[in-house]
């Protein structure tokens, strides 16, 4: 009975660091914006089939929740190339945003991109004319790529929102994998840029 109880504990710890350290990272490295016009960048997984994956299925919902619905001027950018041969990365977000959850706004695709630095330099003559940006990924992710906006174009960071792509108790039971890969991706970051985050 005590181990029960013991186990049950150290997996409601395991969970909540787990929700803790996401909720934090999709926090990091924005601020507040203004103005109207705005750029929601959805950043692609790798999809050897020929519709859209799992993961970024969720990726392109998270994406479009973050789109805000007051604005009128906004444009869903889907970032990321072809890693078989076949449809790109960003082809396929874009087909599934629009046949499959009808999402009928601007939608830009950026193609190319095979690494996350790339997307990033590749989003940004995209990006140079909107007023707040949102880069929407996994938390881990996506700080990784506004880390290296940051990097590339610092203008264009201080113009970085948060993104919807966190959400309490969404993907509950794999956000401490999540977290623990996040630790190793974001390893290579600068103190300056986890400022904001670990």
């Known amino acids: 009975m005590r181990w029960r109880a013991g186990a049950a504990i150290a997996g409601a710890l395991v969970l909540g660091w787990g929700e803790w350290a996401n909720r ?3 926090r990091a490295l924005v601020g507040h914006g203004r103005g109207v016009s705005e750029a929601v960048v959805v950043l692609g997984y ?3 089939q020929a519709t859209a994956n799992i993961v970024n ?3 392109v919902r998270a994406g479009l929740r973050s789109v ?11 970032s990321g190339g072809s890693t078989t ?6 082809q396929l977000m874009a087909d599934y945003a629009k046949s499959v959850l009808g999402f ?13 630095w790339e997307n990033v330099t590749n989003v940004i003559p995209l990006i140079e004319d909107v007023d707040r940006v949102k880069i929407v990924s996994q938390p881990a992710h996506a700080l990784k790529a506004r880390a ?5 174009r610092p203008d264009l960071a201080k113009r970085l929102v948060p993104a ?7 993907w509950l039971i794999v956000k401490p994998l999540l977290a623990l890969y996040g630790l190793w991706t974001l390893r290579g970051l600068e103190d300056d840029e986890r400022k904001n985050s670990l």
């Open 24 to 26: 934090r990272w999709s």
């Open 164 to 170: 919807d792509d966190y959400r309490l108790g969404e």
């Open 85 to 90: 041969g076949g449809a790109s990365e960003a």
């Open 104 to 116: 009928d706004g601007t939608v830009l695709l950026e193609e190319r991109s095979r690494t996350t």
């Open 68 to 78: 805000t619905a007051h604005s009128g001027d906004t444009c869903v950018i889907f």
């Open 57 to 59: 299925r969720w990726r």
């Open 148 to 152: 290296y906006l940051r990097r590339q």
């Open 46 to 48: 790798r999809n050897p």
